[in-house]
């Protein structure tokens, strides 16, 4: 076997490790998921088992286009994220962004959430340095894992020029979609995420990363490090909803302020109406989103239990946000104002 003279074998190992350091630094920030997740035969059913650093490792691609340094955050499913969770994640996206050698965030996340948690770090998160949430529909232990493949895209979009000022991004199955725009469409398939009424920014994959347009509707709302998000809780309608539940949720305090997933354009029935009525007298914050998939709330009808009907006593539509993400507006907003005209100026942004 031929051996390389001392000089030569300490250069090359010095030139290796100056290439490495001209890679850009991507920062990622764990938290669990399924993307993290490995079947336990004991409970019959996944569950949060790997670190960031094994998700890492179990794509060597990622080490020839950057170099990672990984945080945990949580490991958990994502249907356990929370509030608090959402405020330490974006409190370590902005420290980390301020770094000059950092090129991107990239945040695994369970998919059930993750779409609430991109647009909250979307709203927070100050720097104009990519942020990718990604996750995986199959488990780490699954033969035809997503998880490691979506890895590798998330890495390339925060290392991408292009990614920056378009906010925060969900990178799987090969596409790109805008935090306030995309959701989940399907429970299993790997083809979830879409933007439904717009579309994805764009694609990535082993040729690169190509955006087609930008998120226009997007706003920064920063936080102070003291900042407390309030209770919101989401309220639908349906068929003979008569708004006991509203009733139920602030007769003992409590609750901050209601979003109601209405009918149509944001409809409810009059008895519910009344019990929203209620709420706003008690000076409590309310938004109407719909539970129909794409569209605006808008103030057309003027019966009672519609939009006209409810801007009237001061609750502010919340133009297309779906219901879960007009929540998450509603938390950040209300760390600056509970006065409903001054509410409705962030959604009408």
Request: with cysteine; charged share 20%; hydrophobic share 40%.
């Amino acid at each position: 076997m031929k051996r390389f003279p001392p000089c030569l074998a300490v250069f090359f190992l010095w030139s290796v490790g100056a290439v490495a350091q001209q890679l850009p630094l991507v920062k990622v920030l764990s938290t669990g998921g399924t993307i993290a997740s490995r079947f336990d035969p004991v409970q019959k059913g996944f569950v949060p088992a790997l670190s960031g650093e094994q998700l890492v490792e179990a794509v060597p691609e990622i080490k020839t286009i950057a170099r990672v340094e990984i945080e945990a955050v949580a490991n958990i499913g994502s249907s356990d994220m929370t509030p608090e969770i959402w405020l330490k994640l974006a409190r370590r996206a902005n420290e980390v962004l301020a770094e000059s050698g950092v090129a991107g965030v990239v945040v695994t996340h369970g998919t059930d959430t993750i779409e609430e948690t991109a647009y909250f770090l979307d709203l927070t998160v100050t720097d104009e340095k990519p942020v990718i949430l990604v996750g995986a529909q199959r488990a780490a232990s699954i033969k035809d894992t997503d998880g490691p493949r979506n890895l590798m895209n998330a890495i390339r979009v925060a290392i991408s020029a292009e990614a920056r000022g378009k906010g925060a991004v969900i990178v799987m199955n090969g596409e790109i979609n805008a935090a306030r725009e995309v959701t989940k469409t399907s429970t299993l398939d790997v083809g979830t995420f879409q933007s439904l009424e717009f579309g994805k920014l764009g694609y990535v994959g082993d040729d690169g990363v190509r955006f087609y347009r930008a998120p226009l509707r997007r706003q920064t709302i920063p936080l102070p490090p003291t900042a407390r998000l309030g209770r919101i809780e989401i309220v639908p309608h349906y068929a003979g909803a008569d708004g006991r539940l509203i009733r139920g949720l602030t007769s003992e305090g409590g609750c901050d302020g209601l979003v109601i997933a209405g009918a149509g354009l944001g409809h409810v029935s009059g008895t519910m109406f009344d019990a929203i009525e209620q709420v706003r007298a008690k000076d409590i914050p309310v938004v109407v989103s719909t539970r129909v998939y794409t569209g605006r709330t808008q103030p057309l009808y003027a019966t009672k239990g519609s939009g006209v009907s409810l801007v009237k006593i001061g609750c502010v539509l919340a133009d297309n946000l779906s219901p879960q993400k007009a929540r998450v507006l509603l938390m950040v907003a209300m760390t600056r104002t509970k006065d409903p005209k001054e509410l409705a100026k962030y959604f009408d942004r």
